[in-house]
């Protein structure tokens, strides 16, 4: 079947603009999470989701992330006010209840002028 | 604070070479242990997953190992061939909701 879906694959934006960040996890995936990928941190957890409870947010960097999860399926991660620090790759994936794995999405390489 | 560390950083083999891929944790405590590949430009494809009360896992040419107690883990690859050629990095993942922590990653190249 088809696996975890990213959009856009890349976004250049300006400082100070609001971005949004699509993911769309396997279907009957229940747990859903977000990282960061960039050149000075390497790859580091963002938030995760799990069905409908509340999600764990400890890894989000500033109030200017957000993200949500409507119907336990697409995910969209919202960054408001975009600063160059927040160009990065940021990767999604998705995980079946009571397994292990994690699958990744492509990831959407955000670049903000 | 969990940190995992890989060495080396960067390596670069001829065709056919058996190589190692080293993996380092600080905290003992975990769940699970995967190594990932990352192609340039590409998402993660997970290799091997080894749960925290497993010593090994094996697929095709790879073996992963794990020794929690010394908090290390090895990939190894036999025979390798140039399409292994990409980033690997190793994770971490606690009990619970099994957030990861990845290593700083490994970049392989083979040459023909």
């Known amino acids: 079947g088809a696996g975890v879906s990213q959009s856009p694959s890349n976004k250049v934006t300006e400082k100070g603009k609001d971005v949004e960040l699509r993911c769309d996890p396997i279907?009957?995936?229940?747990?859903l999470y977000w990282y960061r990928q960039s050149l000075g941190q390497g790859l580091e957890f963002l938030i995760y989701?799990?069905?409908?409870?509340?999600?764990?947010k400890s890894g989000l960097p500033s109030d200017r992330f957000s993200a949500e999860r409507t119907g336990g399926s697409v995910s969209t991660l919202t960054i408001q006010r975009t600063q160059q620090e927040d160009s990065a790759v940021y990767l999604c994936?998705?995980?079946?209840?009571?397994?292990?794995?994690?699958?990744f999405g492509p990831g959407t390489r955000l670049t903000v002028l | 604070k969990q940190e995992v560390t890989q060495i080396p950083a960067a390596l670069s083999v001829p065709e056919g070479e058996n190589l190692v891929l080293n993996c380092s944790f600080t905290?003992?405590?975990?769940?699970?242990l995967q190594w990932f590949r990352q192609d340039p430009g590409k998402g993660l494809t997970s290799l091997l997953l080894?749960?925290?009360?497993?010593r090994e896992q094996t697929s095709g040419r790879l073996n992963a190992s794990l020794d929690k107690s010394s908090g290390r883990s090895t990939l190894y690859i036999a025979a390798s061939q140039p399409g292994d050629s990409a980033t690997y990095l190793c994770?971490?993942?606690?009990?619970?909701?099994?957030?990861?922590?990845f290593g700083t990653g490994t970049r392989l190249l083979v040459s023909p």
């Open positions: 994936a998705s995980r079946k209840d009571s397994t292990d794995t994690q699958y």
């Open positions: 994770a971490v993942g606690r009990t619970g909701f099994q957030k990861l922590v």
């Open positions: 080894i749960q925290s009360s497993q």
């Open positions: 279907s009957g995936h229940t747990a």
């Open positions: 905290d003992s405590a975990i769940y699970n």
């Open positions: 989701f799990q069905g409908n409870s509340a999600p764990d």
